[in-house]
Nanobody
């Protein structure tokens, strides 16, 4: 599966953005999708993930209650709705996929930059 992340941009604190992760290839619905981010000078960190059925989601503590991950298997797209953005959310955001029976994310998108100004 190949992934293409989009939707990043420059926003002000308190604004919202929705990131998209479009997948090509077969059997998107069998892949769990994760969003990760890398802030300037920091390591990549987990943001959120969603199971292949969409029935369960998990979030980093730093974004829980503000971000929502979802997916549309019919369109082979996953989303990350980001509300109440903070300057510390500034990062390059990556989507990743792992086959539902695997433990590691083997497929990564190219990243989309989110910049939140104060």
């Amino acid at each position: 599966v190949q992934l293409q992340a989009s939707g990043g941009g420059l926003v002000q604190a308190g604004d919202s953005l929705r990131l998209s992760c479009a997948a090509s290839g077969r059997f998107f619905s069998r892949y769990e999708i994760g969003w990760f981010r890398r802030a300037p000078g920091k390591d990549r960190e987990f943001v959120a993930d969603i199971t292949w059925t969409g029935s369960s989601q998990d979030y980093a503590d730093s974004v829980r209650g503000r971000f929502t991950i979802s997916r549309d298997n019919a369109k082979s797209v996953a989303y990350l709705q980001m509300n109440s953005l903070k300057p510390e959310d500034t990062a390059v955001y990556y989507c990743a996929a792992r086959y539902y029976t695997q433990d590691t994310y083997d497929y990564w998108g190219q990243g989309t930059l989110v910049t939140v100004s104060s």
